[in-house]
Antibody
């Protein structure tokens, strides 16, 4: 069955960096676009970034552009999110999610991981 | 402030029918399909409705979706206690070039 398992969250000071990972299994990872979505404590869902199935196309929400980088290693079935210059307002649970249709991006997220908590605090 | 607008809360008694609205604009709901996600307390979101009105395998037919113009709605009939959750609408936005979400509606079963 499809499984997405995030890791790498933790407590970090403002201005520092953190790298999140999402290990995928149970499907052909290399043919699906993947997303990161976050949820601040007690708040709603907020899309962060997307990468195409082969990593050739990426897009970001305005509030992370220039600070976060999404990437993937299809040989290791792993999605990554490099987060630099972290701010207090980046505190959230970060979910990785699969785009439902192979080879294209449609923005329909059919499988989600359990999330990893990132806390930015001094 | 979320791009899509939902009521923050909704409620109903067991067996009732409730609807949750979602309002957007021409760049998102007006041009693309709407998806709905259910988030049970303490868990990750789950795709509930896709392509405006389609249910993934395993989702009861008590859940239905519709879309008209720049608005959409989720209906839950025969309300059950296990339906108590947060519900989010979402749609691709052609300007932001990514999916946008509503602020979420907390459904309480009285």
């Amino acid at each position: 069955q499809v499984q997405l398992v995030e890791s790498g969250g933790g407590v970090v000071q403002p201005g520092r960096s953190l790298r999140l990972s999402c290990a995928a299994s149970g499907f052909s990872f290399r043919i699906y676009a993947m997303h990161w979505v976050r949820q601040a404590p007690g708040k709603g869902l907020e899309w962060v970034a997307v990468t195409s199935y082969d990593g050739s196309n990426k897009n970001y929400a305005d509030f992370v552009k220039g600070r976060f980088t999404i990437s993937r290693d299809n040989s290791k079935n792993t999605l990554l999110l490099q987060m630099n210059s972290l701010r207090v307002e980046d505190t959230a649970v970060y979910y990785c999610a699969r785009d439902s249709t192979s080879l294209i991006v449609v923005g329909e997220l059919d499988y989600w991981g359990q999330g990893t908590l990132v806390t930015v605090s001094s | 402030q979320s791009v899509l607008t939902q009521p923050p809360s909704a409620s109903g008694t067991p067996g009732q029918r409730v609807t949750i609205s979602c309002s957007g604009s021409t760049s998102n709901i007006g041009s693309n399909v709407v998806n709905w996600y259910q988030q049970l307390p303490g868990t990750a979101p789950k795709l509930l409705i896709y392509s405006n009105n389609q249910r993934p395998s395993g989702v009861p037919d008590r859940f239905s979706g519709s879309k008209s113009g720049t608005s959409a709605s989720l209906a839950i009939s025969g309300l059950q206690s296990e339906d108590e959750a947060d519900y989010y609408c979402a749609a691709w936005d052609d300007i932001l070039n990514g999916p946008v979400f509503g602020g979420g509606t907390k459904l309480t079963v009285l």
